[in-house]
């Protein structure tokens, strides 16, 4: 196991509140990344980490922004949730040795 | 840019048909890696392959076999003898090699193919 984590795994937000989703990792990986995932979608890139404070966006970036104080962590925050924004969402790291990615196991976020 | 398409949205198929999963592919990297994923009703996102570009071989695992074909941009997925257990949404997906001045290695999905294997 890669030893990812996601937190929490659920979440129920009213719109217009902020959010923040962590992705923690034990193994020291530079690279890590957040998608989303909706149906007819399938996943899309909003934000991705290649080190301590070193961010860049994604394809589906705008509303959400991240942070990487350690290497261990990656936090994605929704400023201000929104309905569109209801959706699930995976953190995955890069191993730079096998050249794969492993993805955490996904929260759920519901915005009513 | 790097792009996956996955044509087929959803395929049914009885039990110990054989279905090929198909994937296409567009980069102007000479060197990048294909993946594929599978997710099944529980959610998680399980590897099943890695290809990088400079090898063309085919890979069988099992009942699992991929073809990866750089004339035709196309890295498609075979199940021999489908069981209800590979029933799943099976993902491909395309990221560039590392770059030395910190390329983003960014990961692109296709959309998916949902697989429904009928007993």
């Known amino acids: 196991d890669a030893g990812i984590t996601q937190s929490p795994r659920h979440k129920v937000t009213e719109t217009g509140t902020p959010v923040t989703l962590r992705c923690h990792q034990t193994?020291?990986?530079?690279?890590m990344y957040w998608y989303r995932q909706d149906p007819g979608h399938g996943l899309r890139l909003i934000h991705y980490s290649y080190g301590v404070k070193d961010t860049d966006k994604g394809e589906v970036s705008d509303g959400y922004s991240v942070s990487r104080s350690k290497t261990e962590d990656f936090l994605l925050t929704l400023e201000s949730a929104t309905s569109s924004q209801t959706s699930v969402y995976f953190c995955?790291?890069?191993?730079?040795?096998?050249?794969?990615?492993?993805f955490g196991s996904g929260t759920r976020l519901t915005v009513v | 840019a790097q792009k996956v398409t996955q044509a087929q949205t959803e395929i049914s198929v009885v039990e110990k048909e054989d279905v090929t999963l198909d994937c296409v592919y567009e980069?102007?990297?000479?060197?990048?890696?294909l993946f594929w994923y599978k997710q099944p009703p529980s959610g998680e996102l399980v590897f099943l392959i890695r290809?990088?570009?400079?090898?063309?071989q085919n890979e069988i695992s099992g009942r699992y076999s991929w073809n990866f074909q750089k004339s035709t941009s196309s890295f498609n997925f075979t199940i021999t003898a489908s069981q209800v257990v590979d029933s799943a949404v099976y993902f491909c997906a395309l990221s560039e090699a590392q770059r030395a001045q910190g390329g983003s290695e960014k990961l692109v999905f296709g959309k998916g193919t949902k697989l429904t294997v009928n007993p």
């Open positions: 980069t102007r990297d000479t060197t990048y890696y």
């Open positions: 193994e020291n990986h530079r690279y």
């Open positions: 995955a790291i890069r191993d730079t040795v096998f050249y794969g990615y492993t």
């Open positions: 290809r990088n570009s400079f090898d063309e």
